[in-house]
């Protein structure tokens, strides 16, 4: 086998590009999580996380990927055969339904065309159809990974208080939360679910859940099971800054610096900019190109990454297989129901103007030696518009 010369480009929407330094910060001997310095780390941790999930209330991580905090979400709020409501917006949502059928709720599962996010009108019709008030909560991805749509969490906010029901509001940011505006108190959301290994620039390895006092109050009486995925125990041991085992000590150092990096020295609201604007650059490559964009609506563009859509009769698996093989770069797969239609480019986490260029070039040669029908001109397109769009 031959080694590729160069960095490897991973674009795929998450695990994205971890910067050197986070990856330096974690190599550190690792430290005693129940000694005296480590109560500090544990604080200063926390402390940033409310910071980045727009929450003054509690945040639990747990050292487990994304799916572990969507359980999480689930067994400590609701109890057997409760009624929740969710919607088709892709893959994510439908793995995330499953976890919920698979515990013994029981899923109202909204279809959905894999090209919208969540409709709040539909969200209303629902919860003003629940007159008994049964539905218990409401759970939506808010950055839908397999589509590139990412929905309007506010306006979802506002159709459930329209209709005064009084369901728990979940949602999963793990590919938005630090790439894309989100604001857990402020959208008076119940559970928010987040992950490492995407915008907050980190492996994968950790997951959250951001809890509000409505949550906090329902995990006292939810009848579901849980054991390592409790809040009680967490919430109790975090207040002292421990944990009740053995926490991922060594990513917790890493999530300390990509903590500094996003709220210190970046900002949010620039980190949001830049992220918006790498995403439209990369749009404007694709119609260039002459593909089409998966997500119809514009309102509801990802920042974090574009799925796109390739010509009938030719497959995207091989496109992703040739740029890998002759560029040595990433790209997203299409998932479940899209599978060898799309494929996705991320641009979310550790990325500046030119990594986005050359991902955009690889792309575009990539069309070219696989042979699919497009117009050259994508990259000057992007180029054009980081140009004049400092
Ligand atoms: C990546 C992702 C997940 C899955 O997280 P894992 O860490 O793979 O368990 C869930 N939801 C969304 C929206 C994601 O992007």
């Given at each position: 086998m031959s080694i590729?010369a160069?960095?490897?480009f991973?674009q795929?929407p998450?695990?994205?590009?971890v910067?050197?330094?986070?990856?330096?910060?974690m190599?550190?001997p690792?430290?005693?999580?129940?000694?005296?310095e480590?109560a500090?780390?544990?604080?200063?941790?926390?402390n940033?996380?409310?910071?980045v999930?727009k929450?003054?209330a509690?945040?639990?991580?747990?050292?487990a990927?994304?799916?572990?905090?969507w359980e999480?979400?689930?067994v400590?709020t609701?109890s057997p055969?409760?009624?929740?409501?969710?919607?088709?917006?892709g893959?994510?949502?439908?793995?995330?339904?499953?976890?919920?059928?698979d515990l013994g709720?029981?899923?109202d599962?909204?279809p959905g065309?894999w090209r919208h996010?969540?409709?709040?009108?539909a969200?209303a019709?629902?919860?003003s159809a629940?007159?008994?008030?049964e539905?218990?909560?409401v759970?939506?991805?808010?950055n839908?990974?397999?589509t590139?749509?990412?929905?309007?969490?506010?306006k979802?906010?506002e159709?459930i208080?329209?209709?005064?029901?009084?369901?728990?509001?979940?949602?999963?940011?793990?590919?938005s939360l630090?790439s894309i505006?989100y604001?857990?108190?402020?959208w008076?959301v119940?559970?928010?679910?987040?992950?490492?290994?995407?915008?907050?620039?980190?492996p994968?390895g950790?997951?959250?859940?951001?809890?509000s006092?409505?949550?906090?109050?329902?995990?006292?009486?939810?009848?579901?099971?849980s054991?390592y995925?409790?809040w009680?125990?967490?919430i109790?041991?975090?207040?002292t800054?421990?944990?009740?085992?053995?926490?991922?000590?060594?990513?917790?150092y890493?999530?300390?610096?990509?903590?500094?990096?996003?709220l210190?020295?970046?900002?949010l609201d620039?980190v949001?900019?830049?992220?918006?604007?790498?995403?439209?650059?990369t749009?404007?490559a694709v119609?260039?190109w002459?593909l089409?964009?998966?997500?119809?609506?514009p309102e509801?563009?990802?920042?974090s990454?574009?799925?796109?859509l390739?010509?009938?009769?030719?497959?995207?698996?091989?496109?992703?297989q040739v740029?890998?093989e002759?560029?040595?770069?990433?790209l997203g797969t299409?998932l479940?129901k899209?599978?060898?239609r799309?494929?996705?480019?991320?641009?979310?986490?550790?990325?500046?103007?030119?990594?986005?260029a050359?991902?955009?070039?690889?792309?575009?040669m990539?069309?070219?030696?696989?042979?699919?029908p497009?117009?050259?001109g994508g990259?000057n397109?992007a180029?054009?518009y980081l140009?004049d769009n400092?």
């Amino acid at each position: 086998m031959s080694i590729p010369a160069g960095r490897h480009f991973l674009q795929i929407p998450g695990p994205s590009n971890v910067p050197d330094r986070v990856l330096r910060a974690m190599d550190m001997p690792t430290m005693d999580h129940r000694g005296p310095e480590f109560a500090q780390l544990t604080h200063e941790v926390l402390n940033g996380l409310k910071q980045v999930f727009k929450t003054s209330a509690d945040v639990i991580i747990f050292p487990a990927s994304g799916t572990g905090a969507w359980e999480s979400a689930l067994v400590n709020t609701l109890s057997p055969g409760d009624r929740v409501l969710m919607f088709e917006t892709g893959h994510f949502a439908t793995l995330w339904q499953g976890i919920a059928k698979d515990l013994g709720l029981e899923v109202d599962f909204v279809p959905g065309d894999w090209r919208h996010g969540v409709d709040p009108d539909a969200v209303a019709a629902k919860l003003s159809a629940d007159e008994k008030h049964e539905i218990r909560a409401v759970m939506v991805v808010h950055n839908e990974t397999s589509t590139g749509v990412t929905s309007q969490i506010s306006k979802i906010r506002e159709a459930i208080d329209s209709t005064g029901h009084p369901a728990l509001f979940m949602v999963d940011t793990i590919s938005s939360l630090a790439s894309i505006d989100y604001r857990h108190d402020e959208w008076g959301v119940d559970v928010t679910v987040g992950g490492s290994q995407k915008g907050l620039m980190l492996p994968p390895g950790l997951s959250f859940n951001a809890i509000s006092a409505k949550a906090l109050q329902a995990s006292k009486t939810a009848a579901l099971p849980s054991s390592y995925w409790n809040w009680q125990a967490m919430i109790k041991a975090n207040a002292t800054g421990y944990f009740p085992y053995t926490p991922a000590t060594n990513l917790l150092y890493a999530l300390r610096e990509s903590l500094k990096m996003l709220l210190d020295e970046q900002g949010l609201d620039k980190v949001f900019a830049r992220h918006q604007r790498h995403a439209e650059a990369t749009r404007r490559a694709v119609r260039a190109w002459g593909l089409e964009i998966l997500c119809l609506n514009p309102e509801e563009y990802s920042g974090s990454l574009t799925a796109i859509l390739l010509p009938d009769g030719h497959d995207a698996d091989r496109l992703r297989q040739v740029i890998l093989e002759r560029y040595n770069m990433s790209l997203g797969t299409g998932l479940g129901k899209v599978q060898g239609r799309v494929f996705r480019i991320g641009h979310l986490g550790d990325f500046n103007d030119l990594m986005l260029a050359g991902t955009l070039c690889g792309v575009e040669m990539g069309l070219s030696v696989a042979q699919i029908p497009f117009s050259k001109g994508g990259v000057n397109a992007a180029l054009d518009y980081l140009a004049d769009n400092l």
